[in-house]
């Protein structure tokens, strides 16, 4: 129930006070990635309240070519607002 770190890497679960999973660090994973390819966070907003909407709505651009499919689908799927519906690390790893 800690909140540390940064806020852009935090999940939807995080910002809204709930109980959190290991889920929590497949959502920042796909925040780095995101970052690594863009050179910007996937959710970025000037205050923190329209930072808490942004990342709570789940809405980013997707990350552009020359960048595969594949990655920009392993990253979607990181980025999924609902941790029951957000995969784990193993299933990650399957897809």
């Known amino acids: 129930m800690t909140h540390t770190g940064t806020p852009y890497y935090a999940s939807p679960e995080v910002w809204m006070q709930k109980p959190y999973s290991s889920k929590c660090d497949i959502w920042s994973l796909g925040c780095v990635l995101?970052?690594?390819?863009?050179f910007r966070p996937p959710f970025m907003n000037f205050d923190l309240k329209s930072l808490k909407r942004s990342i709570?709505?789940?809405?980013?651009?997707?990350?552009?070519?020359?960048?595969?499919?594949?990655?920009?689908?392993f990253i979607h799927e990181?980025?999924?607002v609902d941790p029951k519906q957000r995969k784990s690390a193993n299933e990650l790893l399957e897809s």
Request: glycine residues 4%.
């Open 78 to 80: 990181c980025l999924v």
């Open 34 to 38: 995101y970052e690594m390819a863009v």
């Open 56 to 73: 709570t709505s789940g809405v980013y651009k997707r990350i552009p070519q020359p960048y595969s499919a594949l990655l920009d689908n």
